[in-house]
């Protein structure tokens, strides 16, 4: 079973909650990452008790905050010096994090601004979360990756997060794309976030 991620606008608060675009809400000491001096687009917070019922195996942590990064400027209409084809994504271009505990009271909000102090992020979403089939199409956390060809490519590799073209999040890759971010199960076991590896494939 995989969990599907559905994003929709929302006039809610969602500091410390799961949410996708906006400005990630971080440890003190946990940096921002950054490639070649440039920041990677924030994709996405998960308040990881919002998914433990959707994932029964324990395959994900159930407590704390897990955090995607990777350089999606270009696949969102912006000039970027990061540049990302079809293939495996250079190591340093998606960054996943994670924060064994959530304190509301020593979290901050990482705020992204440009030369003038405007926020230069999209506009916050909140996530809802539920079960879908392992091989699906859209946005989902764990399973496979949709596209046989992935799959084959990374034959004992599981899906970590999906990400698929979406109108309304203004995300297109290519003509119908997708891009992986992939884990072997042990090195998911052991939360070696390191050695996540990006793919992006079009028909």
Sequence with gaps: MAIRLTVKETDKVLFCGSKWWGDPDMPEAMEYP?????????????NCEDIAK???????PHEGMLYFFAALDQWLGYESPLENGIGEWPKGH????????????TFRSCIMVDEDDNPITEPEREIEFSECADDADGIKLLGVPFYEEIRM????????????????LCMRFYDCGMVNLLMKESDLKFKNWKKTKAYLHSL
Excluded: H, R, S
């Design 94 to 105: 998606f960054v996943v994090k994670y924060a064994k505990e959530i304190n509301f009271e």
């Design 153 to 168: 490519e990374y034959p004992d590799m599981i899906n970590l997060l999906q990400l698929d073209e979406d109108d309304e």
């Design 34 to 46: 950054m490639t070649e001096d440039y920041p990677l687009t924030f994709v996405c917070q998960i």
């Design 54 to 60: 959707f994932d029964p195996e324990g395959k994900l």
